[in-house]
């Protein structure tokens, strides 16, 4: 290690602990409310469809206003755009209980579900900056942090709604005390431009008529790359979808299990998946995150087949389980892609990726319920295998190393190229 690496080595330590608060606090707010909606749905006194229309403005939010994430980060940077949302977040979340009509709480769930898009975004970038600068992989370890700030946020909620902590003193605290940590965390972030982790692409300068044929070749291509990792990234909605909309009720109505075995589909789909991105940073530093992710595919499509073919509980849980081991990595290795590509403004990649991820999970409960309801539930959810094997087949796109694929044209440029060897352990 270099004298110049070896004195960064604590800002980057404690620029990984600060995003790894941020992701793990992004989870907890919304995670925290969760178990206390039906208090709003009550006191508001609320049909179930306008509850659940009221609900569904989140995922709108997000859609529209995920797409000024860009711009936010070009002009305050990501740091400051994770962190600050965070309270702005919680604040917004705080203010749910003072609603008194639905139109205000339909309008608030569509600025909580706009600022968590916008944070998501932002958090992710600044994830791979700090993935850069480390010089090895850790996007994978931060979306395990999340996955589990989600449990922990539910578990919070649960026990204040056992408890009978009133809700406004509930989610009140829960903004202060987490939007105070999204503070102290943002004076750890990386300051600087956004650019300053980057390497410079090979080959030098172009002559400028060369310059101007390779950027339209670049332009083409990358438009081409986004639709095709929205694709990659709509698979795993469609696997998540699998085990939180349909896996009990696979469970309960084509297996016969019990309502309390019902769930255990998602319960194992999340936990695989978990556990896979805990350890998905080592994996992929030691095969590439294109191969992994391929792999992964493989083995999503194998479990949900092994599901669907053997309808018992156990096939099923472990098929479930390796469906969401498979797309462990996934997430996080197309928005690694996106945000690398050639001629993007910083974080363009990255929300048009999650917006695609969104409109998956909008898209993956009809379509599997049409599926279900022209054959059957066990033949709808092949659909889920395919998605599998759509990873596997377009994979290929993702770029091989997890931490300066400027460097990695192979990926970016010739997608079909082999997998490079073993990465760099340590900065």
Known sequence: ??????????????????????????????????????????????????????????????????????????????????????????????????????????????????????????????????????????????????????????????????????????????????????????????????????????????????GRRRLGHLVGRTVLLLGVLGALAACEAFVQDAGASWGALYLRGEVGATAAVGGLAFVALQVAMTAGRIVGDRVVDRFGQRRVARVGGAVTAAGMMLALAVPAVGTVLVGFALAGLGVATLVPAVMHTADELPGLPHGVGLTVVGFLLRFGFLVSPTLIGLLADLASLRGALVSVAVAGFVVLLLGRVLVTTATHPADDEQGLLQPGAPAAGPMPTSP
């Not at 996007?139 to 700030?149: D, E, F, K, T």
Request: proline letters at 5%; a neutral charge.
């Open 1 to 210: 290690m270099s004298v110049s690496a070896r004195a960064a080595a604590p800002r980057l330590r404690h620029a990984r602990a600060a995003v790894s608060a941020v992701f793990f606090v992004n989870a907890v707010l919304y995670g925290n409310l969760v178990p206390r909606l039906p208090e709003i749905k009550d006191r508001l006194d609320l049909s179930n469809a306008a509850f659940g229309t009221a609900i569904a403005a989140m995922p709108a939010g997000a859609l529209l206003a995920g797409l000024l994430a860009p711009l936010f980060i070009r002009w305050f940077g990501s740091a400051r755009v994770a962190s600050l949302g965070l309270l702005a977040l919680g604040l917004a979340i705080a203010g749910l209980p003072f609603t008194d009509a639905w139109i205000a709480f339909a309008a608030l769930m569509l600025v909580v579900g706009g600022l968590d898009a916008v944070v998501d975004v932002a958090q992710n970038a600044h994830g791979f900056r700090v993935q850069r600068a480390y010089g090895r992989s850790i996007i994978n370890g931060l979306h395990a942090l999340w996955s589990i700030g989600a449990v922990v946020g539910g578990l919070l909620g649960s026990l204040a709604a056992g408890l009978d902590v009133p809700l406004t003193a509930h989610l009140t605290t829960s903004a202060i005390v987490f939007g105070g940590v999204a503070i102290v965390a943002l004076g750890f972030l990386l300051g600087g431009p956004e650019d300053a982790e980057r390497h410079a692409p090979a080959g030098g300068v172009l002559e400028p008529t060369a």
